[in-house]
């Protein structure tokens, strides 16, 4: 049965990220290679990094226990020389990082564009008409986004940490159990307290996200309707609503950054704690001859480092927890099956007659709103019909499921014989070709916006499909001719204009199955007569629906099919449907014949 598209919603749990990571790793996965020599550079670097107070531990007590002397001198020298090949190495093994992590970061965060987008534009028609576009645009940009805010987080601040704590632990514990041992806690207490403290504002994080994500659709929202707006005098009313929404976006930013002022609070306490500690520690032990001079300099080194490695993973966390929240919005969609799917092994589509066959089609949204049941219509191959009716009788529902829009509840809709839901998706459609009542063009030239029904057709073939929906006129009249951009969903051009171009992109498509939603209904009297021969020619030996409104388009079609309440009411030819006194038809004929009389008229 056919459901509404679920609502986009985060479940705030450790499984999202987990989620969230699995996708990540099999990202990171194919570019094994990158990674590895990676994660070679960050183990070299620790261990340079840990080596140079070592060698400056060894220099302090030279130089403090010595004589001065040649020897002495030459030896300081030799111990300097090692400090300098490790801050060197520092140096280059940072530089290969960088280089390694900005060619990783920026592949990976390609394919998840790419990867975000193929998955999006294949949810169904039901999942847009219930999204905000500019929220779904704001998803995918933050979950590539996200990958390079985690993998910088673990990579260049988690992962070295861990390295270098270890490594200072371990060193320390050498030198003498006691202060190791005293480090050792200490980083399990910070780390244990950091954790918790990230996991229970994790929640307020999300809810952020979700505020940012709801400011961002109440925008875009708001920017696409800005004519309606205008119209109906609401700047007042929209600002009042949106203020609302940035309200709650204020509330929820200010409730994590509140938290992250206690969480800095806590660590500076315990930051000076450990300082003051360790300090002591090894005061008592210098006093028993336990330490050198050397070890404070090494205490001190490991302690500064340390206590930046663990600010820099506090400061870092926010970015980590915010990516996670951004990263599983996304992860929603992806992991939302889609509606309408190709089936397992689904062949493309073979046309030869073009027949089309409800077979006892029921469709609903919900349980107690059906819009079509035991629906049964055929449409013969080349047969010209028309779907007349009031508002919200099932006829663009109709057209919609042969699209495969939808899928049916129950039955069964064929295409020469072939039930729609075994065949590919894009050969359905590719054997289809729709004019709906509101074309919406791409932002992009009239050239690529007609060229979209065959991408492969010439300039010519273009321009020759222009002229046939008699929009070649006025493309010359625009300032860049062909090459002209239209607007956004193209807005620079007439409703009628509009129309036209969507006729050519028919015309070009040339396809087997033609619907057409209104296709004349944003035309003026005398555009509407230009582009009846057009409609014409496009629709020889085509199979043809059109549903209509205005009647008088409907007069020289095969058959005239009345759709009521999801059901066929009657059918016939236009003079057949008169003969019915009361029928739906004829009511529908005497509403508008007085407009008809005063369209031929000229009145």
């Given at each position: 049965?056919a459901q509404?598209a679920?609502?986009?919603h985060q479940r705030?749990?450790?499984?999202r990220?987990?989620a969230?990571?699995?996708v990540y790793s099999?990202?990171?996965?194919k570019?094994?290679?990158q990674f590895t020599?990676f994660?070679?550079?960050?183990?070299?670097?620790?261990a340079?990094?840990?080596?140079?107070?070592w060698?400056?531990?060894q220099f302090f007590?030279?130089?403090?226990t010595?004589?001065?002397?040649?020897?002495?001198f030459?030896?300081?020298?030799?111990t300097?020389?090692?400090?300098?090949?490790?801050?060197?190495?520092q140096?280059a093994?940072?530089r290969?990082?960088?280089?390694?992590?900005?060619?990783l970061?920026?592949?990976?965060?390609a394919d998840?564009?790419?990867?975000?987008?193929d998955?999006?534009t294949g949810h169904?028609?039901?999942f847009f008409?219930n999204q905000?576009?500019?929220?779904?645009?704001?998803r995918?940009?933050k979950?590539?986004?996200a990958f390079?805010?985690?993998?910088d987080a673990i990579m260049?601040q988690?992962f070295?940490?861990a390295?270098?704590?270890?490594g200072a632990v371990?060193i320390l514990?050498?030198r003498?159990?006691?202060?190791g041992?005293m480090?050792?806690v200490?980083?399990i207490?910070?780390l244990?307290?950091?954790v918790?403290?990230?996991r229970m504002?994790q929640p307020?994080?999300i809810a952020?996200?979700?505020e940012?994500s709801r400011m961002?659709?109440?925008?875009?929202?708001a920017?696409g309707n800005?004519?309606?707006?205008?119209l109906?005098?609401g700047?007042?009313?929209?600002?009042?609503r949106f203020k609302h929404?940035?309200?709650?976006w204020k509330e929820?930013?200010?409730?994590?950054?509140?938290?992250e002022?206690?969480i800095?609070?806590?660590?500076g306490i315990?930051t000076?704690?450990?300082?003051?500690?360790l300090l002591y520690g090894?005061?008592?032990?210098w006093?028993?001859?336990?330490?050198?001079v050397?070890?404070f300099?090494?205490?001190?080194a490991?302690l500064l480092?340390?206590?930046?490695?663990l600010?820099?993973?506090?400061?870092?966390l926010?970015?980590?927890?915010?990516g996670?929240?951004?990263?599983?919005?996304?992860?929603?969609?992806?992991?939302m099956?889609?509606?309408v799917?190709?089936a397992?092994?689904?062949?493309?589509?073979?046309?030869?007659n073009?027949s089309i066959?409800f077979?006892?089609?029921s469709f609903?949204?919900v349980?107690?709103?059906?819009?079509?049941?035991n629906?049964?219509?055929?449409?013969a191959?080349?047969?010209?019909?028309?779907l007349?009716?009031?508002?919200?009788?099932?006829?663009?529902?109709?057209?919609?499921?042969?699209?495969?829009?939808y899928d049916?509840t129950?039955?069964?809709?064929?295409?020469?014989?072939?039930?729609i839901?075994?065949v590919?998706?894009?050969?359905?459609?590719d054997?289809i070709a729709f004019?709906p009542q509101?074309?919406i063009?791409?932002h992009?030239?009239?050239?690529e916006?007609?060229?979209?029904?065959r991408?492969?057709?010439?300039?010519?073939?273009?321009?020759?499909a222009a002229?046939?929906?008699?929009c070649?006129?006025f493309?010359?009249?625009?300032?860049e001719?062909f090459?002209?951009y239209?607007?956004?969903?193209?807005i620079k051009l007439?409703?009628?204009?509009?129309?036209?171009?969507a006729i050519?992109r028919?015309?070009l498509?040339n396809a087997?199955?033609?619907i057409?939603?209104?296709?004349?209904?944003?035309?003026?009297?005398?555009?509407e007569?230009?582009?009846?021969?057009a409609?014409?020619?496009?629709m020889?030996?085509?199979?043809?629906?059109?549903?209509?409104?205005?009647?008088?388009t409907?007069?020289?079609?095969?058959?005239i099919i009345?759709?009521?309440?999801?059901?066929?009411a009657?059918?016939g030819t236009?003079?057949e449907?008169?003969?019915?006194?009361?029928?739906?038809?004829k009511k529908?004929?005497?509403?508008?014949?007085?407009?008809?009389?005063?369209?031929?008229t000229?009145?």
């Open positions: 049965m509404e679920p609502k986009l705030k749990s450790a499984g990220a987990g969230v990571f699995r099999r990202e990171i996965r570019h094994a290679g020599i994660t070679l550079g960050v183990i070299i670097l620790q340079a990094t840990l080596a140079s107070p060698y400056l531990r007590n030279q130089l403090i010595g004589t001065p002397s040649d020897a002495l030459n030896a300081l020298f030799t300097l020389l090692y400090v300098a090949f490790f801050l060197v190495l140096w093994m940072q290969v990082q960088i280089h390694i992590l900005d060619n970061d920026s592949t990976i965060m998840l564009y790419t990867k975000g987008f998955y999006l169904s028609y039901h008409a905000f576009a500019g929220t779904l645009t704001r995918v940009g979950f590539a986004q390079e805010a985690l993998h260049t988690f070295p940490a390295l270098f704590i270890s371990v514990f050498i003498n159990s006691m202060l041992l480090l050792l200490w980083v207490i910070f244990v307290v950091q918790a403290v990230g504002r307020l994080r952020r996200a979700e940012d961002t659709g109440a925008l875009a929202d920017i800005q004519n309606t707006i205008t109906f005098s700047r007042t009313f929209e600002l009042e929404v940035v309200a709650d929820a930013t200010l409730r994590v950054w509140h938290s002022e206690i800095w609070g806590i660590f315990l000076t704690g450990i300082n003051i500690a090894a005061l008592v032990y006093r028993e001859g336990l330490v050198t050397g070890d300099a090494l205490i001190q490991y480092t340390t206590f930046d490695r600010n820099g993973i506090n400061r870092e926010r970015r980590f927890y915010e996670v929240a951004d990263a599983t919005e996304m992860i929603d969609i992806l992991e099956p889609h509606e799917a190709d397992k092994g689904a062949l493309p589509l073979a046309v030869s073009r066959d077979n006892d089609v609903r949204f349980e107690d709103r059906p819009l079509l049941t629906f049964n219509l055929s449409i191959g080349g047969e010209k019909v028309a007349v009716g009031p508002s919200g009788a099932g006829k663009s529902t109709i057209t919609r499921l042969i699209l495969r829009f049916v129950s039955g069964t809709l064929t295409i020469d014989g072939q039930d839901r075994s590919t998706q894009d050969s359905l459609r054997a004019v509101e074309p063009l791409f992009r030239t009239l050239m916006n007609i060229r979209y029904g991408r492969d057709a010439t300039d010519e073939e273009v321009i020759e002229k046939q929906a008699h070649y006129d493309i010359m009249n625009t300032p001719k090459d002209t239209v607007g956004e969903r193209g007439s409703g009628g204009e509009r129309q036209r171009v050519a028919a015309i498509k087997p199955i033609l057409l939603d209104e296709a004349t209904s944003s035309l003026d009297s005398e555009s007569h230009l582009i009846q021969d409609l014409a020619k496009l020889e030996g085509k199979t043809v629906i059109a549903i209509a409104h205005r009647l008088s409907v007069m020289k079609m095969d058959r009345v759709i009521e309440d999801g059901r066929v009657m059918t236009h003079n449907l008169l003969t019915h006194e009361g029928g739906l038809y529908l004929w005497e509403i508008q014949a007085g407009g008809f009389i005063a369209d031929d000229g009145q």
